[in-house]
């Protein structure tokens, strides 16, 4: 009896070990398997990159040179495979960018400083991303706050000089298309196109302070314009009135002289018979003809 159960543990501890090394072989199998998903994964990861509408790529060379001494570069889009040990492929967004760069200073012809406060809409123009990649070799971001902020102080700076503070005030517009101007020439060149340009100017305190005081001047002066404008206008009412007055007088009086001169012209012959009767004898001439009135010898 004792040997057959030590027969039986003999043969179940065999069982077991078998089931172990079985289990053991899976495991690796699986683990390799897992590792070698990784590794592809790693290396598929690193030879391929996915570039979209809104970016154009530049799959260059690292090692390598034209005949020109160029940059072994092309454009490239969408699903991109490479060799990451001697190729690499950068990109630069193509839609609209817009930069707001910090107020710096400029000089005008007659030494007086101007603050410039600039904003610029830009994108790159695909055709030309390559040459852009090829010459900066930089983000767009360090492009935007090295050389195309250096190209915005020169146009200002070069463009300024051409005016008298007075003449940039009273020509901003005129101003700012010159120096947008430049800067489109500067910029297209170099693979940039400008969407929109603005900028606010802001003129030194004393020019400031003279601006607002002549403005004030003109206030006041158009204040006191209006002042003997309106005295004029009164007085031309006076008179008017005055004269309407005047008129109205003289036409009435003329009434009254008229009336008078009725009044007296029927009343004459009445006083000169009534001061006759008056001062009559009661004695009748010795000849009377017709209905006369007998008025002889007044005396």
């Not at 065999?14 to 994964?41: E, H, P, Q």
């Not at 030879?47 to 160029?70: A, Y």
């Not at 072994?72 to 190729?87: E, I, R």
């Not at 406060?117 to 930089?138: G, S, W």
Request: proline share 3%.
């Amino acid at each position: 009896m004792q040997s057959f159960l030590k027969n039986n543990r003999i043969e179940s501890k065999t069982a077991m070990s078998g089931t172990i090394n079985i289990d053991s072989k899976l495991v690796r199998y699986f683990l390799g398997i897992a590792v070698v998903a990784c590794v592809l994964f790693f290396v598929i990861s690193s030879c391929l990159t996915v570039v979209d509408t809104s970016e154009v790529g530049i799959k260059f060379k690292k090692f390598s040179l034209t005949d020109q001494g160029k940059l072994d570069a092309v454009p490239v889009t969408g699903w991109v495979f490479f060799n990451p040990v001697t190729t690499s492929v950068y990109s630069y967004p193509v839609y609209v960018q817009r930069v707001d760069y910090s107020p710096f200073t400029v000089t005008t012809k007659d030494a007086a400083v101007f603050s410039m406060d600039p904003v610029l809409a830009f994108r790159i123009n695909r055709d030309k991303a390559v040459d852009v990649f090829a010459k900066y070799r930089k983000p767009l971001e360090d492009i935007e706050l090295g050389y195309m902020r250096t190209v915005i102080y020169d146009a200002y700076r070069i463009t300024a000089n051409k005016y008298t503070s007075d003449e940039l005030m009273a020509s901003r517009a005129h101003f700012e298309a010159e120096v947008r101007l430049m800067l489109e020439h500067s910029l297209n060149d170099e693979g940039f196109i400008v969407e929109e340009f603005t900028s606010q100017i802001t003129p030194p305190e004393s020019l400031s302070q003279a601006i607002e005081a002549k403005n004030q001047a003109i206030q006041e002066a158009l204040k006191a314009e209006n002042l003997v404008k309106q005295a004029e206008a009164n007085a031309k009412i006076a008179i008017a009135k005055a004269e309407g007055e005047a008129k109205a007088l003289r036409i009435q009086a003329d009434g009254e002289a008229y009336y008078n001169r009725t009044v007296a012209a029927s009343l004459n012959e009445l006083l000169v018979r009534q001061d006759a009767i008056e001062k009559w004898d009661g004695k009748l001439p010795q000849y009377m003809g017709g209905n006369s009135v007998p008025l002889l010898n007044l005396k």
